[in-house]
């Protein structure tokens, strides 16, 4: 069965400080990855998503970079926090777009 | 995608049926119809989706009514670990966003 990865479960940053948070995924094959933001209290929004190997569509203008050095790795960078940056981050895949995604349980990032 | 309407809040005895209603008037004829839920501090859960007809699986099952503007997401037997907000989405075939409104959180009491 098909397993996703998110690490770590909690971080608290400094402003300013770099971030690397990273989504791996286990029993798939070329599976389309998706990172999403979560602020306190409200719904879901999507911030990249890749179909293949360092193919990468940002859906939102913002401070945080994407990356996909491997088939079933995914990984979400900022060179410098913003407060704004502060959220619950999650990863997801699904076998191609439009079918149902699957979600990891997410990073907490905490920006002081 | 379609916007979704779904009550707030829910309140369901345990080991009855849960019955969790969405209105989505707008959906047009290549939109599917998901549900997610969200246990606090998780990340969402795929529970089952549909397009026309009625859906079943081991989670739960999705009734769409024929003109497709509303579904009723029906936990058979609600157990506490079913307490969650519990998310209506439209979507059409080969998008790559979901939209999670607000959802409707649904506690179990025992």
């Known amino acids: 069965s098909q397993t996703i990865h998110q690490w770590p479960a909690t971080l608290v940053q400094p402003v300013g400080s770099p971030l690397s948070l990273e989504c791996t995924v286990e029993g798939t094959s070329n599976p389309n990855l998706y990172w999403y933001r979560q602020a306190a209290g409200r719904g879901l929004q999507l911030l990249f998503y890749s179909v293949g190997i360092g193919q990468i569509s940002s859906e939102v203008p913002q401070n945080l970079s994407a990356s996909r050095p491997q088939d079933r790795q995914f990984i979400l960078s900022s060179k410098k926090l913003l407060l704004s940056d502060s959220g619950f981050y999650l990863c997801?895949?699904?076998?191609?777009?439009?079918?149902?995604?699957?979600f990891g349980d997410g990073t907490r990032l905490s920006i002081l | 995608d379609a916007k979704t309407t779904q009550p707030p809040s829910m309140d369901c005895a345990e080991g009855r049926a849960a019955n969790l209603p969405c209105n989505h008037s707008?959906?047009?004829?290549?939109?599917?119809v998901y549900w997610y839920r969200q246990i606090h501090s998780q990340g969402p859960q795929y529970i089952i989706h549909?397009?026309?007809n009625n859906e079943t699986n081991e989670m739960a099952s999705l009734i769409i009514t024929e003109d497709r503007k509303s579904s009723t997401l029906i936990l058979p037997h609600a157990t506490l670990r079913d307490t969650a907000v519990y998310y209506c989405?439209?979507?059409?075939?080969?998008?790559?966003?979901?939209?999670f409104g607000t959802g409707t959180r649904l506690t179990v009491i025992p």
């Open positions: 549909g397009l026309k």
């Open positions: 989405i439209v979507r059409g075939t080969g998008a790559n966003n979901l939209f």
């Open positions: 997801a895949w699904s076998v191609v777009g439009g079918k149902p995604q699957h």
């Open positions: 707008t959906i047009s004829g290549n939109e599917y």
